[in-house]
């Protein structure tokens, strides 16, 4: 990084603050943009404007470490010869967002085009942390493609309770196994849960939150190393004043988007995610980034790339460790290496420093072998994503990280095997039915059962909500049985370690097979074979198809605010990343 003065490209900026052809409208504009103390000369004198795309705020509490950062970004910024412009973005919190967070990805990416592609800014840091904050934000970076450099917040501090990790998200799955077998009380419940959030950041586990800030590093869009640095750390301050400096250097060298977010890029990204453990989250949102990129990423390739990888980090929830840890042991650039040694990595791919993946990341030695395990002694081989299909969908996803030991031989590993996994549905309509009739008896749930999940996808529950892993009724929980296997056209959070089948698209509410299914019905599920099918005739599929038709289609929920109804009137599906359908043909739209 060198910080002699630049010369800059033609600036985009300069039609707002220094067009002669347009003197009315660039006195229009300079005269507002001295509001706030910028100076006519500082204006006109060619530097460039660097937007700062703001997710923290109140409301956005694992991003709000962020409006600190912003300080250091702008001092990075400034010495570097730009002027730095910070903007909010829409918020996005995974938590607290009724009905999901997933409804406002696509809301927070409309917003962040316009704001890029409508006011004079010349490059961008992208604010990341929190689970949708990152697609959403690589997303319109992708759409407008002026130079942009993504920031993590970084994950909170490690969690603790009684001496052992409480891992944020994933300590609430477990709670809810405790709370319903009457081992702890509503009490004692949210003390064990609040346990895992001691400071800012976002979670501290491998949720989708930490697996999309380091598959944007891994995509090349964030400095290398940065991802993992938990957000108290001091190191966080600094990297992001070195990201201000950078991004004025990414306007200077006219590095774009469509520079580093290649189809090699987007691989890498996979491989990262299988050896990392991450979200199912990830498919969803690295479609609907490459989508809006223009580059063609199938779902498939999520198995044919990252299946045989295996997973190397050891974190909650398919291992035992969180934030910290995963940053002292190296993080990405730790990962990334002992792939590159495998051949597993696109090294040539370009990144936001201006140098390669593989001149980042080869040679980068694992600080702790306890957290991220050497190629050679993985946590688990085979650890990437099934991509399923059959009668009920024609595309799911399974992460085979989090499968039980026992599960994996039985119906994974052994190819000369023919076991299937077959048994009567359960079919449940949506969260508040599961919830009303989980416990109850009459509901037939057996050890032997498939739980199913729908009307939870992008349309029919707005945004899809993460309620496909579901745990059994509490009265086999006592008699020892923790995971039944679900099965929905939901999310699951990237916190729970369930080995559920989700994203099943097209979901019920676009009629999509899982709409037809009944209660008692049997279904067979062969992983070997990749497929999840529904033991009746096409006839009989035929018939129940014409009478749902006829009966007005497989319903669900109204809309209760403007949002939700156009989002619904114009998302895709789950398996081609649930974007704002015919928003992908802008592409490479910023103009000088
Ligand atoms: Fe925001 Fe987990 S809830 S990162
Ligand atoms: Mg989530």
């Avoid at 759409?143 to 917040?153: D, G, H, K, R």
């Avoid at 346990?195 to 939150?209: D, E, F, H, L, V």
């Avoid at 990341?361 to 957290?371: H, L, P, T, W």
């Avoid at 749902?548 to 289609?553: F, I, R, T, W």
Wanted: charged share 20%; proline share 6%.
């Amino acid at each position: 990084m060198s910080d002699s003065p630049k010369t800059f490209p033609k600036l985009r900026s300069r039609a707002w603050f220094d067009n002669p052809d347009n003197i009315d409208m660039t006195s229009l504009y300079l005269e507002r943009y001295l509001n706030f103390g910028l100076s006519l000369d500082e204006l006109r004198s060619g530097k460039p404007i660097i937007g700062i795309a703001q997710t923290g705020s109140d409301l956005s509490p694992c991003n709000r470490h962020h409006i600190v950062l912003a300080e250091r970004m702008r001092e990075g910024i400034r010495e570097m010869g730009g002027i730095a412009l910070e903007f909010p973005v829409h918020p996005i919190q995974e938590t607290g967002k009724r009905p999901t967070a997933g409804l406002d990805r696509n809301l927070a990416y409309l917003g962040l085009v316009e704001a890029m592609y409508g006011y004079p800014l010349d490059g961008v840091i992208l604010t990341t942390g929190c689970d949708k904050t990152t697609p959403a934000l690589l997303m319109a970076a992708a759409t407008v493609n002026i130079p942009a450099i993504a920031l993590s917040v970084g994950p909170m501090l490690n969690g603790w309770f009684k001496g052992e990790r409480t891992g944020s998200g994933t300590i609430v799955w477990k709670g809810r196994e405790l709370l319903a077998a009457g081992k702890i009380d509503d009490e004692g419940f949210i003390k064990l849960v609040a346990s895992s959030a001691p400071s800012t950041g976002y979670c501290n586990t491998m949720g989708t939150a930490s697996t999309m800030n380091s598959l944007a590093e891994a995509l090349g869009m964030m400095l290398p190393g940065s991802a993992a640095i938990p957000a108290p750390y001091r190191d966080r301050q600094e990297v992001a004043y070195l990201t201000g400096k950078r991004i004025v250097d990414m306007v200077a060298e006219d590095l774009k988007p469509s520079d580093i977010m290649t189809l090699d890029a987007f691989h890498n990204a996979i491989v990262v995610n299988s050896a990392i453990g991450g979200s199912t989250n990830a498919p969803i949102h690295l479609s609907a980034i490459a989508r809006h990129m223009g580059v063609d990423l199938p779902l498939k390739d999520w198995e044919t790339v990252g299946h045989k990888v295996p997973l190397l980090v050891n974190l909650q929830p398919a291992g035992e460790y969180l934030g910290e840890d995963y940053y002292r042991a190296g993080g990405v650039p730790a990962v990334v290496s002992q792939l590159i040694d495998q051949g597993l990595i696109r090294t040539s791919a370009m990144t936001v420093n201006g140098k390669t993946m593989g001149e980042n990341c080869k040679g980068v030695e694992i600080e702790d072998e306890k957290v991220i395990r050497p190629f050679d002694q993985p946590l688990v081989t085979d650890a990437g994503f099934l991509v399923l299909s059959g009668n009920l969908f024609d595309a799911a996803v399974m992460k085979t990280s989090v499968i039980s030991v026992e599960f994996r031989d039985r119906y994974l590993s052994n190819p000369d095997d023919p076991e299937a996994f077959e048994g009567p549905a359960v079919v449940f309509d949506g969260p508040e039915d599961y919830h009303h009739r989980i416990d109850d008896p009459a509901t037939g749930i057996t050890a032997n059962s498939l739980m199913f999940m729908r009307g939870a996808g992008p349309i029919g529950y707005p945004g899809a909500a993460e309620v496909v892993n579901m745990r059994p009724p509490a009265y086999l929980i006592t008699e020892g049985v923790s995971a039944l296997p679900c099965i929905g056209d939901g999310r699951q959070s990237g916190t729970s370690g369930s080995p559920s089948i989700l994203n099943a698209s097209p979901e019920a509410a676009a009629m999509g097979g899982l709409a037809l299914l009944e209660t008692g019905d049997r279904v067979r599920m062969d992983l070997k074979a990749g497929t999840v099918n529904v033991l009746i005739s096409d006839e009989e599929l035929a018939e129940r198809r014409a009478k749902l038709e006829a009966a007005g289609g497989f319903q669900y929920p109204a809309s209760q605010t403007p949002w939700q109804e156009i989002q619904r009137s114009v998302v895709g599906q789950l398996n081609t990343g649930a974007i704002l359908e015919g928003a992908e043909k802008y592409q490479r739209i910023a103009q000088t």
